[in-house]
């Protein structure tokens, strides 16, 4: 549809009647001249707190049920959202995920969304209501609600920008844009006017806060301009777009740091094929997302792999890795929290050899050890104790000229 | 289906986590022996909170959107029983009411059920799993959340016990069953074992709040035996049934009254046909209930019309009439919010004539003024000043020998 936006709200921007009301007057600001599609999340700590409710109940409460519950958050934030809109004397529909045609899988409380169907969306933006859809939530093949995990709602947002071809998507938040390293950790840090979705995805992958990297990746597959900036500011944020050349004279755009990884090891693997299968196998199979992985060179025949997982997801990893040692009659599963993963991101290294050299050069000047290493075309991660994150991103952002 | 109960909880038996594990083992005892559909409403005070919320944002919200807002009450209900359920080893599933094959009219905040389409609910039953639906609820034409208004779970319940063939609908609330009058305000009063559809009926009309007049002419419609108990005993409670003969040799089997009335007069109103249509067909379309109605005797070509409705409507009405009034030329618009209904009521009235006479001697005696009289076979309702209200109940309760 022609002179579409997409517009996303997350959970601190609704989480009160005067923050609604804030909303409702940016949505209506911008529906004078283009039609209008709203996503937003459920209000405030809302999700947290009906999980925390649920889990009051029941230690594991069942995944199709904490999804029926999960649904009324954003549920609420649309209603309340098109209430406000209404009563400023424009017209506005709020629609569930279901009813704005979003379709999911059935894996709950992590569905990945299947196809959307815009049809009632676009009906209702044909009669020139404003549009509000509820995120984080689709439709799955039992009628049922299913959730789209941690950062659904930038995800709905993107896609339904896809499928509806609007000219942008604008994510809402709570900082002013997609900034060069941390600005709460690092002053120096500077807001960056555009950065490809490759770089975004590298950022995203590497804890970056902004957006999770599903999100980015549709953008990218559906070439959805993307827009993050600030909820309580008209300032202009940050473009996520296609890559431009100009681009690549900046060689690292980005140092990002991610507290939430853990590292597990495997010890003592026999050496034969299907091994790496069986495990990562076994992980995916309980939806435990893996990051890196190294396997040690084989010695006599025996092998140790170690991976990261998320905080969250390491004593289930922990349980599964466990078991298939025991099976194959491997050593002992050993694991460490107190690691991070620290990244510097840009498309300028594909064609500036030795930044992963000067990277490791600046560590070793720290001392500061590497535990494990990570590269892409665009991308150098590193795990080191988490105790050394902080210093380690001031001295990269430094080192290579962000500031 | 056979052996089948239909069991019904309100807010206050869901409000918190302790009271759903409460309801969960109730349920779980009965499902031994019996398939079990469970009704839920939206906890504790969460309805009125929600519609304080939407208040906050707007005067006067749009109905439809108040709806989506307030279908998330039951929803988080059913999702968090659910999970208790399931906690304990049974098999449970929880449908919102448009899951439940809720099928209701268009009129939003208030809607009426159209038809029920239990398929769903059928089916898991035949997979032995409790199903728990939300109450107060249903889909409408335009595939929307329509709300049923108040004593809508109750409605909800005794609708699905008749679709399904129930054997009993139980009704679980904070009090023991259904009493002569309000144990609250008189201590003599005595819980009754067994009352008809129609005695209840006349009960519910006049403000007794164990249940909506509309759910048991459900209840009397379908034939539909309700069980009124107590949620946090095995007592047993008040079964409405049918009537049975020997109910007759009791003339009055209960004293009601109703604080929550409003008495609006139109003065002076010209006499000529169509003018009470007029009146009341501009009530009945903003969905205002009027209760009494009582037209003064012609005085020269004019009458002074007078009405009871909920002191919630009062406003409404009132700028009503002030329109039609002065279409119609008639007078000014009075009304007074310090009135209170008191009823007697027993289907014995039927057959022992004098009741009518004695409850107005009643009243004489004790120096109380009746300002409107309505009366109906098994039923003599009076509206008094509310500030007599206490005592009008009291001796009424003791004359018609209840305690």
Same mark, same amino acid.
């Given at each position: 549809?022609?002179?579409?936006?997409?517009?996303?709200?997350?959970?601190?921007?609704?989480?009160?009647?005067?923050?609604?009301?804030?909303?409702?007057?940016?949505?209506?600001?911008?529906?004078?001249?283009?039609?209008?599609?709203?996503?937003?999340?459920?209000?405030?700590?809302?999700?947290?707190?009906?999980?925390?409710?649920?889990?009051?109940?029941?230690?594991?409460?069942?995944?199709?049920?904490?999804?029926?519950?999960?649904?009324?958050?954003?549920?609420?934030?649309?209603?309340?959202?098109?209430?406000?809109?209404?009563?400023?004397?424009?017209?506005?529909?709020?629609?569930?995920?279901?009813?704005?045609?979003?379709?999911?899988?059935?894996?709950?409380?992590?569905?990945?969304?299947?196809?959307?169907?815009?049809?009632?969306?676009?009906?209702?933006?044909?009669?020139?209501?404003?549009?509000?859809?509820?995120?984080?939530?689709?439709?799955?093949?039992?009628?049922?609600?299913?959730?789209?995990?941690?950062?659904?709602?930038?995800?709905?947002?993107?896609?339904?920008?896809?499928?509806?071809?609007?000219?942008?998507?604008?994510?809402?938040?709570?900082?002013?844009?997609?900034?060069?390293?941390?600005?709460?950790?690092?002053?120096?840090?500077?807001?960056?006017?555009?950065?490809?979705?490759?770089?975004?995805?590298?950022?995203?992958?590497?804890?970056?806060?902004?957006?999770?990297?599903?999100?980015?990746?549709?953008?990218?597959?559906?070439?959805?301009?993307?827009?993050?900036?600030?909820?309580?500011?008209?300032?202009?944020?940050?473009?996520?777009?296609?890559?431009?050349?100009?681009?690549?004279?900046?060689?690292?755009?980005? +140092?990002?740091? !991610?507290? %939430?990884?853990? #590292? *597990? $090891? @495997?010890?003592?693997?026999?050496? /034969?094929?299907?091994?790496?299968?069986?495990?990562?196998?076994?992980?995916?199979?309980?939806?435990?997302?893996?990051?890196?992985?190294?396997?040690?060179?084989?010695?006599?025949?025996?092998?140790?792999?170690?991976?990261?997982?998320?905080?969250?997801?390491?004593?289930?990893?922990?349980?599964?890795?466990?078991?298939?040692?025991?099976?194959?009659?491997?050593?002992? +599963?050993?694991? !460490?929290? %107190?690691?991070? #993963? *620290? $990244? @510097?991101?840009?498309?300028?290294? /594909?064609?500036?050899?030795?930044?992963?050299?000067?990277?490791?050069?600046?560590?070793?000047?720290?001392?500061?050890?590497?535990?494990?290493?990570?590269?892409?075309?665009?991308?150098?991660?590193?795990?080191?104790?988490?105790?050394?994150?902080?210093?380690?991103?001031?001295?990269?952002?430094?080192?290579?000229?962000?500031?």
């Amino acid at each position: 549809m022609n002179n579409l936006i997409v517009m996303k709200f997350g959970g601190s921007s609704v989480a009160n009647t005067e923050k609604i009301i804030n909303v409702a007057n940016r949505v209506t600001e911008k529906a004078r001249k283009n039609h209008i599609v709203v996503v937003v999340s459920a209000p405030g700590d809302m999700t947290d707190d009906l999980i925390d409710r649920a889990k009051s109940i029941t230690e594991s409460p069942d995944p199709r049920e904490m999804d029926m519950l999960l649904a009324t958050g954003e549920i609420q934030s649309i209603a309340l959202l098109s209430m406000a809109i209404k009563s400023k004397g424009f017209d506005a529909i709020s629609l569930t995920g279901p009813q704005a045609g979003i379709h999911a899988n059935n894996v709950h409380t992590k569905a990945k969304i299947r196809k959307i169907r815009p049809k009632k969306i676009l009906e209702e933006l044909k009669k020139n209501k404003i549009v509000i859809v509820a995120g984080f939530q689709g439709l799955n093949s039992n009628d049922d609600f299913a959730t789209l995990g941690r950062g659904g709602s930038d995800l709905t947002a993107v896609a339904l920008a896809a499928a509806l071809k609007a000219k942008e998507c604008e994510i809402y938040t709570d900082v002013k844009g997609v900034y060069t390293t941390d600005p709460r950790l690092i002053s120096e840090a500077k807001k960056l006017d555009k950065i490809s979705y490759d770089e975004m995805l590298e950022l995203a992958g590497v804890g970056s806060q902004v957006m999770m990297s599903r999100s980015i990746e549709v953008a990218k597959k559906y070439n959805v301009n993307i827009h993050v900036r600030s909820t309580f500011s008209n300032e202009k944020g940050t473009i996520i777009t296609k890559e431009v050349s100009q681009m690549e004279d900046v060689v690292v755009s980005g +140092v990002a740091f !991610d507290k %939430n990884e853990s #590292k *597990v $090891s @495997i010890t003592d693997v026999p050496d /034969r094929p299907g091994i790496a299968a069986n495990i990562f196998g076994a992980l995916s199979g309980k939806n435990i997302n893996v990051d890196m992985i190294i396997q040690s060179a084989a010695r006599e025949k025996y092998n140790d792999i170690s991976f990261t997982v998320s905080k969250n997801d390491l004593k289930n990893a922990v349980s599964i890795l466990k078991n298939i040692s025991n099976k194959l009659n491997a050593g002992p +599963v050993i694991y !460490d929290e %107190n690691v991070a #993963k *620290v $990244s @510097i991101v840009g498309i300028g290294m /594909r064609s500036h050899p030795g930044v992963a050299a000067k990277m490791f050069k600046i560590f070793s000047d720290e001392d500061i050890n590497i535990q494990m290493i990570s590269t892409s075309e665009i991308k150098i991660s590193c795990i080191i104790s988490s105790k050394d994150t902080d210093r380690a991103v001031k001295i990269l952002h430094k080192k290579f000229g962000l500031g």
